[in-house]
């Protein structure tokens, strides 16, 4: 190791010096994170109109994304088309065992505890994460964030704490569109589309649709959404070089909250419904 260290080795010594690296933005980023949350409390109650401006762009959007509505429609399309392609595929894949009944307890099942779920975080990523992300880069290399310290605003309360916050409570109405968008759209399928009963897919769908699911539902794209507005304030307030700079970050941010969505999905799924699903088809 003290060659390594010291003039040999020199693939050994650029390997240890990446893992230095790594260890330090890894520590870089839980420091920013705890200073974000700390600061949360404070953004609420100093900086509330900021918060409520924020909380309006998040949901409609600004610019050219309120033409179509911002964010709540592109989640709204989103999980709409995807509860449309369950109930599509469930209905296909059971029908070939003969149990295509079923379809409304794939839709009950698969819509609440993966589909939606996974969906709106991508659609935040994408659409909330990367546009703060933009902004904050924009403002680091334009030295706005600097000149903020200088006026005794401290940045990190008033840009990062406001926006994590306004994405936590703009998350609960836009899942609740995301979920009843993917209920309407599997229901249409199977039953306009497909020609099933009516009755028989309510029955499926409201025997096996349990209402703490949804509940842990609501949670679970909660925490998704607070690991997408951290990583994504992250990366733009620490932006550099320019322009070309602020859409490294955009790609870098956008990259990090999707893998961030898939781990916190099968996280949360194993420890609330374990390993065995916690449903029983019997009966």
């Known amino acids: ?12 010594r650029r390997r240890i010096r990446r893992m230095s690296v790594a260890v330090d ?6 420091i920013f994170f705890w200073r974000a949350l ?32 911002g964010t ?29 009944a079923l379809t409304g307890f794939f839709a009950a099942f698969i819509n609440v505890r993966i589909a939606a779920p996974v969906i709106a975080g991508i659609g935040l990523a994408a659409t909330i994460g990367a546009g703060s992300t933009a902004q904050l880069g924009a403002m680091r290399v334009s030295e706005e964030i600097d000149a903020l310290e200088v006026m005794a605003i401290p940045s990190i309360p008033y840009l990062v704490s406001t926006r994590v916050m306004a994405g936590m409570i703009a998350i609960v109405p836009l899942y609740s569109l995301a979920v009843v968008a993917s209920f309407v759209a599997s229901r249409f399928a199977t039953v306009v589309l497909y020609g099933q009963s009516s009755g028989v897919y309510d029955h499926y769908f409201s025997t096996f649709l349990i209402p703490t699911d949804i509940l842990w539902s609501f949670a679970q794209a909660i925490v998704m959404a607070l690991a997408v507005m951290l990583i994504h304030t992250y990366y733009g307030f620490n932006a550099s070089g320019g322009p070309v700079g602020v859409g490294v ?18 996280l949360l799924s194993l420890a609330i419904y374990g390993g065995s699903g916690n449903f029983n088809l019997s009966g």
């Open 1 to 12: 190791m003290a060659f390594a260290l010291t003039g040999k080795f020199q693939g050994t």
């Open 25 to 30: 933005t890894v520590g870089e980023q839980a």
């Open 72 to 100: 709540v429609v592109i989640v709204g399309f989103l999980t709409l088309f995807a509860g449309g392609t369950i109930a599509v595929q469930g209905y296909s894949s059971l029908g070939n065992i003969g149990v295509e």
């Open 38 to 69: 700390v600061w949360a409390p404070r953004a609420l109650v100093h900086y509330r109109k900021e918060t409520i401006r924020l909380i309006a762009e998040i949901s409609m959007g600004t610019g050219a994304l309120a033409v179509i509505g």
């Open 249 to 266: 970050a955009v790609g870098n941010a956008v990259r990090m909250s999707l893998i961030a969505v898939v781990t916190v999905t099968l």
